[in-house]
């Protein structure tokens, strides 16, 4: 769309939420936006075939939002032609005792994407200094030395876990995986109306949770959090995108679109070369095969 510039949804800079868009306006309706975000599934399956092919990078996709933001549909629309063996989802909720046992990055660090491959984390290891922040008392079940009591979490706690999630993913980043994080920025009455209509058609009541209520009680405090951990880890070799999420349609588009253009970036990335004796015997092979 020539009147969107993806690079604007790019946090480059120390930014504040409340001056980024929740909805932007463009001239087309809802079925020219997914006509054009077919287009770029359709180059993104071919791009996951070559890079499968080539074997040397593999690509992580973070996704954050407030409930209702529109992950699981952003997803689902956004990746589905690409080869199902090709992309793996996982979505973070609550640690169970398994993944207590170990250091809070421990359960991202064994999702991460083979080469070839597309990882997509729905909720991410940001979680840890989202939700954290807001519910600290959540922290105590990770039995960390020195923390007894939710006093003992001061702010040097919460700098250490950002040195230590930048780390993560430079650390990866340097060893062939591509990082790009979205946040689908939610306004707040957009949350209001999807919960509603939760509530009001039938087929969607299972996705509602008296918990929701509670959380949305929380707003000021996530758009807060979410604001200081975009700002810390927005990196050159991880960077944030904040996206417009009050249009699903757009900003399905947008994400699409951005991960493409990333993508295209790694010009190495190229189907192998055949051997040499294998391409001088094409014919042969061919001839052969035709005995058969």
Known sequence: MKNINLEDFRVVEPMELKNRPTKIEVPIDDEKKEKKLAKVRNKMSELQDTMYAHNRYGVLICLQGMDTSGKDSLIREVFKEINPRGVVVHSFKTPNSTELEHD???RHYIALPERGKFSVFNRTHYENVLVTRVHPEYIL???L??????EDIKDEFWEKRFEQINNFEKHIT???TIVLKFFLHLSKEEQR?????????????????PGDLKERDEWNDYQKFYQEAINKSSTENAPWFVVPADDKELARYIVGKIILNEMEKYTDIKNPELDEEIKENIKHYINELSKI
């Open 104 to 106: 809070y990055l421990w």
């Open 141 to 143: 079940n990770e039995n």
């Open 145 to 150: 030395p020195g923390i007894e009591k939710v």
């Open 174 to 176: 340097e060893n062939g």
């Open 193 to 209: 109306e999807r919960l509603l209509r939760r509530l009001e058609e039938g087929k969607h009541n299972w996705k509602f949770s």
